[in-house]
Each structure stands twice: as structure tokens, then as C-alpha cells.
């Protein structure tokens, strides 16, 4: 594998700065092995948008960053399940560092053991999170990091967009509100 990435015109990305409490909680979440398919890479850009907005394919597991000059940051990711996947075009109105999590009430009914959970290494949130906004509307979607490593590169979410917790921080820091977020 490793061979054949080595092949296309993929560049590493190297990890973000991050502060004292990011390492010391993100040490805290179980440790999952890294498919390279879905590392954090500088590639040609695939979607053709314009610098700065972001693009996820939700069949391919990918998140793109567009940058200048026709290239683009991919991460790997996780997405919504067939039944909860969300697809359109949204802006980030909120960000927040280990955010809280409080359910939805379509997912405390479906799920009856999900609950408020204090930001921190044990929230579904991870270290960042992104709030994804149709005009001034909440669509209750987010793209964020994951205390579940494991699951990134399956639909497996209640339809928001999951990240490792390094990777949600490095999108994180590149991205001002406003940015633009296509999910396809």
C-alpha cells in the first residue's frame, strides 16, 4: 500500500503545534491503527472549488481543503451512516476546542444511553469541532474530531463529519468562520 501511495503525487502533511492540554488528552483516547488511504496529504485538487472551501466525498471517506494553485489537503474521515448521512452546502458558524456534547433529542430517542457529556477526552466531540450552519439555521451536523480513531474511513456517524483529533486541530487552525463546507 504504502508502495503504491508512494507512486501518486501525495505529499505528508506535517502534524499541527498543539497545546499542553491537546497532548495530554488526546494521549487519554485509544490509539488506533492509521489506514495510510486515509492520512492527511497535500494532493492535486479533485473537486475543482475554490481555495478555502472545504469538500468531503462521503463515498470515497474523504474531506478535501482546497488550496491555491489546484491542490488540496485531504483527510481521512467518517461519515453518516446511509440513514443519518446529511449532503449540501453549509458555512462554519461556530468553532470551539474540546466542545461539549449535548445529543440531539432525535438521537437521546433513538439512542436512550447517549447523554451531555463535558468536553474532554471522553466526548464523541474530540478536540475540535466545526458547527456547520444552512444561512442563519443550525443543521445540528458537525465536523469534528472522534474519541474512536478506529472508525475513520467508515459510515458510521449519525451524520456528522469525524476527524482524528490531530487532524480535526490541523483543519481547525487553517480555517476561518464562514468557510464554506460541501458534503457530497
Not at 451512516?81 to 461539549?100: F, M, N, S
Not at 463535558?118 to 469541532?129: S, T, V
Not at 475513520?152 to 464554506?180: E, F, Q
Amino acid at each position: 500500500m504504502i508502495a503504491a501511495l508512494a507512486g501518486c503525487n501525495f505529499k505528508g502533511v506535517p502534524d499541527p503545534q498543539v497545546s499542553a492540554r491537546d497532548a495530554e488528552w488526546m494521549a487519554k483516547v485509544p490509539k488506533a491503527e492509521e489506514d495510510p488511504r486515509f492520512g492527511r496529504y497535500l494532493i492535486d485538487d479533485p473537486t475543482g472549488e475554490a481555495p478555502g472551501t472545504i469538500v468531503v466525498d462521503t463515498k470515497e471517506r474523504q474531506l478535501y481543503l482546497v488550496q491555491p494553485n489546484r491542490k488540496a489537503i485531504r483527510y481521512g474521515v467518517a461519515v453518516g451512516d446511509e440513514a443519518y448521512g446529511w449532503t449540501g452546502t453549509a458555512t462554519i458558524a461556530r468553532k470551539a476546542e474540546w466542545p461539549d456534547w449535548n445529543p440531539p433529542a432525535e438521537m437521546k430517542a433513538r439512542w436512550p444511553h447517549v447523554q451531555y457529556t463535558k468536553g474532554g477526552p471522553d466526548n464523541p466531540l474530540g478536540a475540535r469541532a466545526l458547527y456547520l450552519y444552512e444561512g442563519n439555521r443550525d443543521t445540528l451536523y458537525r465536523i469534528h474530531g472522534t474519541n474512536e480513531p478506529e472508525k475513520i474511513g467508515y459510515a458510521v456517524s449519525s451524520g456528522c463529519i469525524r476527524m482524528r483529533n490531530i487532524d480535526v486541530i490541523d483543519l481547525y487552525n487553517r480555517v476561518p468562520l464562514n468557510t464554506k463546507v460541501i458534503v457530497r
